[in-house]
């Protein structure tokens, strides 16, 4: 059974941009949830989708956003690309959903603005 | 917003030795999850605890669910030197469908 793969690996983008990161879960999972990770603040949830509907959202400005087609893949999208969003995002997805259990994460994608 | 303290936050230790880190929180968990993270690459789940006072073991590691639901500890035995990387506790509140609150890693070196 495939894993979760995120796409891209790696990222370079410029302040003010955006950016769209992609997310494909385990097949028959149906949530999704995304992770920030940095090192001085750990792992930051973002927000949880589960049957194309977000269920949970964390604490980040609106710039962040998401969404999960029929198939449970999901996207993220970033606006106005600031420096302190250079992080490496995580996806992971489980079983049951809405709630987080057993979430198996993806390699995420590394995001730099310069 | 919730946060589990994990400690300790790094340890060095003699291949072979054995290791525990553990996480705490004033909230009570319905879940408790730990992985481990390599350079570059997500977390790897690696147990998963479903009830108070559960222990459960993978190989040589060994998780406890605490039996007050505030914490719960990870220990490796016979360390060896892939076990380098981040460790981290997941824990779920039990107030419901929340997602899952992460500590901030323990980070592990084995010197061989």
């Known amino acids: 059974k495939a894993g979760v793969t995120q796409t891209p690996r790696y990222l370079i983008k410029t302040r003010g941009q955006q950016v769209t990161l992609s997310c494909s879960p385990i097949s028959g999972h149906r949530s999704v949830s995304w992770y920030q990770q940095t090192p001085g603040q750990g792992l930051q949830f973002l927000f949880e989708?589960?049957?194309?509907?977000?269920?949970n959202k964390g604490n980040f400005p609106g710039r962040f956003s998401g969404r999960q087609f029929s198939n449970s893949r999901s996207e993220m999208n970033v606006s106005t690309l600031e420096l302190g969003d250079s992080a490496l995002y995580l996806c992971?997805?489980?079983?049951?959903?809405?709630?987080?259990?057993?979430?198996?994460f993806g390699q995420g994608t590394r995001l730099t603005v310069v | 917003g919730q946060q589990l303290n994990q400690s300790p936050q790094s340890m060095f230790i003699q291949e072979g030795e054995d290791v525990s880190m553990n996480c705490t929180s004033s909230s009570i968990f319905n879940t408790w999850l730990w992985y481990k993270q390599d350079p570059g690459e997500g977390p790897v789940l690696l147990i998963a605890?479903?009830?108070?006072?559960e222990l459960t073991s993978n190989g040589r590691l060994t998780a406890q669910f605490g039996i007050t639901r505030k914490d719960s500890f990870l220990n490796i035995s016979a360390s060896i030197p892939s076990d380098v990387g981040i460790y981290f506790c997941?824990?779920?509140?039990?107030?419901?469908?929340?997602?899952?609150?992460f500590g901030k890693g323990t980070r592990l070196s084995v010197i061989a």
């Open positions: 605890l479903y009830k108070a006072g």
């Open positions: 989708y589960f049957s194309e509907t977000q269920r």
């Open positions: 997941a824990g779920q509140l039990s107030s419901g469908n929340t997602p899952l609150v």
């Open positions: 992971a997805s489980s079983p049951q959903g809405p709630m987080n259990t057993e979430a198996f």
